[in-house]
């Protein structure tokens, strides 16, 4: 049997095109894709895998092989497996789907190719033929497990690796296939396995010529037989594939495959990968779709595999029970949450956090603060339809409780819980009160260095953790001792007043009575002067004059002393200015 359409033989070209031609390969390949990127237009059907399966069974023939599309006359090993592999990944009954037993009795044939008019059994395709066994549950005939160990054998080349016919150059899938038919027949033997593993180990020196398939291989090779890469090769590898971008879904399966075996993990942006999937799906088929000959889309078995095995091996994704189904994450550490899980593709998921605040002491709390990563919402209850792998953060914001304590006065709304981070600023409704002992608030008590004071009274602080703050306040006299200066004052010149007041009034008593004593002084010394004149002419006794004149002396001495009392001792002794 050959492959004859022109689609098969641009897939012969490159199964059998040695190392060196893969480059050029690959050039057709980047054409083809930016073809195909312009032809495919966006979907958003829900994956249907009933629907598919009904049409991988469509494909297999009256032969029990598999066609390549809808109408196609291709049947070969290389659909055959494709199917069986859909189909198992899937998990479907094979006898209940598709006819096994008209597959098994034509497991036997013996395929190849016509080379220069010669025909050549292909190793690779009697591979194919040997795992389609084991993926039917049997085990094939003696006579087909000799003949392929037998041209498995004759089919290895000077450099070690496996032609995909007898006598062709060596190729990476090729080898693949084989060394993966002889370990289920446990006859790897058959080969020089070492030679297998140079062949393989050389071609991966210069994996940057190499298509992320070809690299497959090699890698899924060495994987068979349990040999390891160079630690520091397989991250070179690893870190290539990560920045690899292939609008071509076949190509990005065998890039992430290859991840896989490296590190035992994937790294891509899946809903990128989801949605280039969802270009090339037919939802009137279920199938996956890829340019044919006419520049028009039609699903196939080959990128409908590639779809089905990439679907498989995403992250958060996985095929169960006919449903493509979504991992929805829903990430948070705090709180309880409900809707993480599985979710069938297109349907719709609740997602709630339980409670809002979480109290982690009495002075620190944590508090819902929205959703983030695939849903951006700040509702606690979010409904969203699941349409990819997600992953959702419920974010929190810790908060932190601020106290504001006066004994006098009160603030501006302060006490409560505020976000770390945030400032809080503190304001006395009063900073004095009382009269005439006065309270005026001083100074804050419990501030740190990020605080700011803005006025007399008021402060800006930054909410670090739990705060305590106190207005401290003193006591202020001031009032009460200027009143009391006042007041003595006040007194004082009131005093004063009366004093001068009395001292007036005396100073005019003093005056009329020292007035009065000068006259009568100047009375009784006019008296003694005529007593002298008088006795001087003999006009009186002396017995008269001599009594006389001591009541007259008497009385001016008398005088005399009395006027000693207004003497002014600021004037020398002289009496006061009114006398």
């Known amino acids: 049997m050959s492959l004859r359409s022109g689609a098969g033989i641009l897939l012969l070209l490159l199964l059998i095109a040695p190392i060196p031609q893969v480059a050029i390969a690959r050039e057709f390949i980047g054409t083809a894709r930016e073809i195909r990127a312009s032809q495919a237009q966006p979907r958003a059907s829900r994956f249907d895998l009933k629907k598919l399966v009904s049409f991988v069974a469509s494909l297999q023939g009256e032969d029990g092989y598999f066609m390549y599309s809808p109408g196609s006359n291709r049947r070969d090993p290389i659909g055959t497996l494709l199917a069986l592999e859909i189909l198992s990944e ?22 190849g190719y016509t080379i220069n008019r010669t025909w050549q059994p292909s190793a690779g395709l009697q591979a194919m033929n040997i795992v389609s066994y084991s993926l039917l549950g049997t085990a094939p005939p003696t006579t087909a497990r000799d003949y392929f160990v037998n041209l498995a054998r004759e089919s290895q080349n000077p450099d070690g690796g496996i032609g995909w016919y007898k006598g062709g150059a060596s190729a990476l899938w090729s080898t693949y296939f084989t060394i ?18 140079s062949y393989v180990k050389e071609s991966l020196v210069n994996y940057e010529s190499l298509t992320p398939q070809d690299l497959y291989y090699a890698l899924s090779t060495l994987d068979l037989l349990n040999n390891k890469l160079d630690p520091q090769l397989g991250n070179e590898l690893y870190d290539w594939l990560k920045g690899l971008k292939y609008s071509d879904y076949k190509q990005t ?69 006919y449903k493509v189904k979504f991992y929805v994450y829903v990430q948070t550490p705090f709180s309880a949450i409900e809707g993480e899980g599985w979710y069938d593709d297109g349907t719709s998921a609740t997602v709630r956090v339980l409670s809002t605040i979480v109290q982690a002491s009495d002075e620190e709390r944590f508090v819902f603060n929205g959703w983030s990563g695939d849903i951006n919402e700040k509702d606690p209850v979010i409904m969203f339809t699941v349409d990819k792998p997600m992953t959702i953060y419920a974010n929190w914001k810790k908060q932190y409780y601020v106290e504001a304590y006066s004994d006098f006065s009160s603030f501006e709304g302060v006490t409560g819980w505020y976000d770390e981070g945030s400032y809080v600023r ?19 008590e419990g501030l740190t260095s990020s605080d700011t004071v803005l006025s007399d009274g ?11 703050v106190r207005a401290v306040w003193r006591t202020d006299y001031t009032p009460l001792f200027l009143i009391i200066t006042l007041t003595g004052v006040a007194v004082s010149v009131a005093l004063g007043v009366a004093i001068a007041k009395k001292r007036e009034a005396e100073r005019v008593a003093y005056s009329a009575r020292a007035k009065e004593l000068l006259a009568e002084l100047k009375k009784y010394e006019s008296y003694l002067s005529r007593l002298e004149e008088m006795r001087k002419n003999g006009l009186i006794s002396d017995r008269v004059y001599e009594e006389l004149r001591r009541e007259y002396q008497g009385n001016i001495d008398r005088i ?18 009114v006398l």
């Open 253 to 321: 399966y065998y890039a992430l495959a290859s991840m896989k075996i490296l590190k035992e993990k994937v790294e891509c942006n899946v809903a990128e990968v989801i949605e280039l999937l969802r270009k090339y799906y037919d939802p009137d088929t279920g199938g996956f779709q890829w340019l044919l000959a006419n520049n028009s889309l039609a699903p196939d078995i080959e990128h409908t595999w590639a779809a089905v095995k990439l679907l498989e091996l995403l992250p958060g994704v996985k095929l169960d029970n």
């Open 180 to 197: 993966k038919a002889l370990k289920a027949l446990n006859a790897l033997n058959a080969v020089n396995v070492q030679a297998v593993l």
């Open 560 to 577: 005399k002393e009395e006027i000693k009392k207004f003497e002014d001792p600021r004037n020398g002794g002289e009496v006061y200015a």
């Open 458 to 468: 008021e402060v800006s602080i930054l909410v670090d953790g739990p705060r305590k």
């Open 426 to 444: 503190l304001k006395l409704r009063e900073t004095a009160l009382g009269f005439p002992i006065r309270k005026v608030f001083d100074h804050f």
């Open 90 to 111: 899937i998990g479907v009954d094979l006898k209940s789907t598709i006819n096994v037993d008209r597959l098994r009795d034509n497991l036997e044939w013996q395929w």
